[in-house]
């Protein structure tokens, strides 16, 4: 580890302690107010619905078929997702550049199952098909070795079967070439997982590059797949990924298939940073602004078609 991190490291440390006080306070504050979910109606075992973040950071329940009609509500989140009952909620919280990932299970919302204290600002969570896993990533400065004040970005997955939390993915082994690539840049972000409750996927970046990492639970280790692929997110048939392609300073929606390599870009032409979630096997959907605030959108998966302006919010997550 670096002197240079290790100073920032100390500082931010310190810049904790100096909050705690006040991220007490807000504890407090927040479960006399019932600001988790005593008041959630959200169903999570109703089909045809599905879940986003409205642009007061509440999470809302529709139906698919009728995303005007909000059917429940739930807690505030700067990300949300949901699979097979267990609901992943990652907000900020008072202390700067501190983050809560508040595990719900079974659908029940009355209080959180599990509460992780994640080091940085929300970007990224997601759950496993079974309700399993939860990965998720933040941003973070002061520990970039990019330049002062800019971000970085880490990322961690916990089991909800044994309590195991595997940290970041910075503990992980990478190996390229037969060997475990070591360099003090290292970025991963974008967490998705297969059904089998071991393989996930990720991104990795270093000196300027990023990679489509596949990951083993079991040997802790990821090999990277293919390069220029950001933010995946496995497909429900888990035959493809919709992923960032990046072209200079832009990204731009792309499919790959797993089995074959063949890649094609989606129908969506504008600059998207967000990590896509497929409402089925056959559309994308993803978040971006709509030019008076974050809005969710959607695309056909088979770069068809053109997109299509779903609702005011961000974060979409089907039941």
């Known amino acids: 580890m670096s002197r240079t991190r290790v100073i920032a490291g100390i500082a931010l440390i310190a810049l904790f302690v100096a909050a705690g006080i006040g991220y007490v306070?807000?504890?407090?504050?927040?479960?006399?107010?019932?600001?988790?979910?005593?008041?959630?109606?959200?169903?999570?075992?109703r089909a045809g619905t599905m879940l986003y973040v409205d642009r007061s950071s509440t999470v809302r329940q529709l139906l698919r078929d009728r995303p005007d009609q909000v059917?429940?509500?739930?807690?505030?989140?700067?990300?949300?997702?949901?699979?097979?009952?267990?609901?992943g909620c990652l907000r900020s919280n008072a202390v700067p550049m501190s983050a809560e990932l508040d595990i719900y299970r079974d659908g029940d919302l009355s209080d959180s199952a599990t509460s992780l204290h994640v080091w940085g600002d929300p970007s990224r969570v997601r759950v496993s098909a079974d309700g399993r896993l939860v990965g998720w990533t933040v941003f973070r400065v002061g520990d970039s070795y990019l330049k002062?004040?800019?971000?970085?970005t880490t990322a961690g997955i916990f089991d909800l079967s044994n309590g195991a939390?595997?940290?970041?993915?910075e503990d992980f082994t990478t190996l390229v070439d037969g060997g475990p690539y070591r360099a003090e840049d290292l970025n991963f972000w974008g967490v998705t997982f297969l059904k089998d409750d071991t393989t996930f996927y990720a991104t990795m970046a270093s000196k300027g590059r990023t990679w489509l990492l596949r990951g083993d639970?079991?040997?802790?280790?990821m090999t990277p797949l293919r390069e220029n692929v950001e933010c995946p997110s496995v497909s429900p048939d888990q035959t493809r990924i919709a992923y960032k392609y990046r072209t200079g300073n832009r990204w731009r929606l792309h499919v790959l298939n797993l089995a074959t390599g063949a890649d094609h870009p989606l129908a969506e032409t504008a600059h998207i940073d967000d990590q896509a979630i497929w409402l089925d096997d056959q559309t994308v959907a993803y978040g971006k602004n709509d030019g008076s605030g974050p809005a969710v959108f959607t695309v056909p998966a088979d770069g068809s078609g053109a997109p299509r302006r779903l609702l005011a919010g961000s974060s979409p997550v089907p039941l």
């Open 165 to 169: 939390h595997y940290g970041s993915l």
């Open 148 to 152: 002062q004040g800019a971000f970085s």
């Open 217 to 221: 639970l079991r040997t802790r280790e």
């Open 71 to 87: 059917v429940g509500t739930g807690p505030k989140c700067q990300r949300v997702y949901a699979a097979a009952g267990t609901l």
């Open 25 to 45: 306070s807000w504890k407090a504050s927040t479960a006399s107010a019932g600001a988790g979910t005593q008041s959630s109606t959200l169903d999570l075992s």
